[in-house]
């Protein structure tokens, strides 16, 4: 696969609407519990007194606006729905507008949450600090399904991702399915605990786990390939078209029928420093090549090397294109028998 062909048309640097070729359908993602992400450097977490600190970025945040994010880096588009709340709310409406984020907000009244990134330097470490966020009460919850199925539209693909605000219930995102489904549309979801086992009584096409989302759903560790295929063989019983459990250092696996892929993660050519939204833009690489028609295990492969240059920048800081486009045909692909 050429670099062409991996990452279609580039973006424009101030990630602005008009660069983007219309032709390219839209993704939407949706983020109930967005946050403003507030990443910052340290030389050395002191135990006593004040830990100087250098702000190295602030950024809005949250599992579907990561995505978004991380869409347009390669070169997609799409459009961000998200909740915002009170001064937090604002400030992460503007952060969104100054970075030329395509996004649509609900307004709540509670605050919208702010998440800490603390970088030590000394040893290389990444701290993330990220609180509940606020409660969404039952109007609430509704409106941002009333605000979904206006925005719904033509797009191809809806990517439902992150946790749920206090207040929502655990069948907010099997209510998404449908929505999704009655559109025509195809939903992606990334999400975890009971808001993952009830989305399994709606139709999801893809589904993104990883190992510790994946041994809560099946109440048992998920170290290697053999575990996470039980794991998706549960999701694909479930209804899910398409099941991918992610390893971290190992790789992931993806799953179609009765098809079980490894895909095997590259060796990183520098050490890892954070794991934050690694697997937002794994979700990201997943869904664009998916718009562009790939098959999942190809779209699962650029997933890996994403995820992989994801690592290899701390804190929450987004990935290098081209670093990820070099580590795509390191990954290696293998097909497991079949029982």
Same mark, same amino acid.
């Given at each position: 696969?050429?670099?062409?062909?991996?990452?279609?048309?580039?973006?424009?640097?101030?990630?602005?609407?008009?660069?983007?070729?219309?032709?390219?359908?839209?993704?939407?993602?949706?983020?109930?519990?967005?946050?403003?992400?507030?990443?910052?450097?340290?030389?050395?977490?002191?135990?006593?007194?004040?830990?100087?600190?250098?702000?190295?970025?602030?950024?809005?945040?949250?599992?579907?606006?990561?995505?978004?994010?991380?869409?347009?880096?390669?070169?997609?588009?799409?459009?961000?729905?998200?909740?915002?709340?009170?001064?937090?709310?604002?400030?992460?409406?503007?952060?969104?507008?100054?970075?030329?984020?395509?996004?649509?907000?609900?307004?709540?009244?509670?605050?919208?949450?702010?998440?800490?990134?603390?970088?030590?330097?000394?040893?290389?470490?990444?701290?993330?600090?990220?609180?509940?966020?606020?409660?969404?009460?039952?109007?609430?919850?509704?409106?941002?399904?009333?605000?979904?199925?206006?925005?719904?539209?033509?797009?191809?693909?809806?990517?439902?991702?992150?946790?749920?605000?206090?207040?929502?219930?655990?069948?907010?995102?099997?209510?998404?399915?449908?929505?999704?489904?009655?559109?025509?549309?195809?939903?992606?979801?990334?999400?975890?605990?009971?808001?993952?086992?009830?989305?399994?009584?709606?139709?999801?096409?893809?589904?993104?786990?990883?190992? +510790?989302?994946? %041994?809560? &759903?099946?109440? =048992?560790? *998920?170290? $290697?390939? !053999?575990?996470?295929? #039980?794991?998706?063989?549960?999701?694909?019983?479930?209804?899910?078209?398409?099941?991918?459990?992610?390893?971290?250092?190992?790789?992931?696996?993806?799953?179609?029928?009765?098809?079980?892929?490894?895909?095997?993660?590259?060796?990183?050519?520098?050490?890892?420093?954070?794991?934050?939204?690694?697997?937002? +833009?794994?979700? %990201?690489? &997943?869904?664009? =090549?998916? *718009?562009? $028609?790939? !098959?999942?295990?190809? #779209?699962?492969?650029?997933?890996?090397?994403?995820?992989?240059?994801?690592?290899?920048?701390?804190?929450?800081?987004?990935?290098?294109?081209?670093?990820?486009?070099?580590?795509?045909?390191?990954?290696?692909?293998?097909?497991?028998?079949?029982?």
């Amino acid at each position: 696969m050429s670099a062409a062909e991996v990452w279609g048309a580039p973006a424009a640097e101030s990630g602005g609407r008009t660069s983007q070729p219309q032709t390219i359908p839209l993704i939407l993602t949706q983020t109930l519990n967005p946050t403003v992400d507030i990443c910052c450097e340290v030389d050395h977490l002191e135990d006593v007194g004040k830990t100087r600190a250098q702000v190295r970025f602030v950024a809005a945040g949250g599992g579907g606006i990561n995505v978004a994010r991380g869409v347009a880096r390669l070169g997609g588009r799409a459009t961000a729905l998200h909740t915002a709340g009170r001064e937090t709310g604002q400030r992460l409406n503007r952060l969104l507008d100054e970075e030329g984020v395509e996004h649509l907000a609900v307004g709540i009244a509670g605050e919208t949450r702010e998440a800490f990134v603390l970088f030590e330097t000394e040893s290389r470490r990444s701290y993330h600090i990220v609180p509940p966020g606020p409660r969404i009460d039952d109007h609430e919850a509704r409106r941002c399904l009333d605000a979904l199925d206006r925005a719904l539209g033509t797009h191809q693909y809806v990517v439902a991702s992150g946790s749920l605000p206090g207040g929502v219930p655990d069948d907010f995102y099997a209510a998404v399915a449908r929505q999704v489904k009655t559109a025509g549309s195809r939903l992606v979801l990334d999400t975890s605990g009971p808001a993952l086992r009830e989305s399994l009584q709606e139709s999801v096409f893809l589904l993104r786990c990883n190992r +510790s989302e994946a %041994a809560w &759903l099946v109440g =048992r560790p *998920v170290r $290697g390939f !053999d575990d996470a295929r #039980a794991v998706n063989e549960h999701l694909l019983a479930a209804g899910v078209e398409v099941a991918v459990t992610t390893l971290g250092e190992l790789g992931a696996l993806c799953s179609t029928g009765r098809s079980h892929t490894e895909l095997r993660a590259p060796v990183l050519p520098g050490e890892p420093l954070s794991d934050a939204g690694a697997g937002d +833009s794994m979700v %990201a690489a &997943l869904t664009v =090549r998916l *718009v562009a $028609g790939d !098959d999942p295990v190809d #779209a699962c492969a650029l997933g890996v090397a994403v995820a992989a240059a994801s690592v290899l920048t701390p804190g929450t800081e987004p990935f290098d294109r081209d670093l990820a486009e070099s580590l795509c045909a390191a990954v290696r692909i293998k097909r497991q028998a079949d029982s």
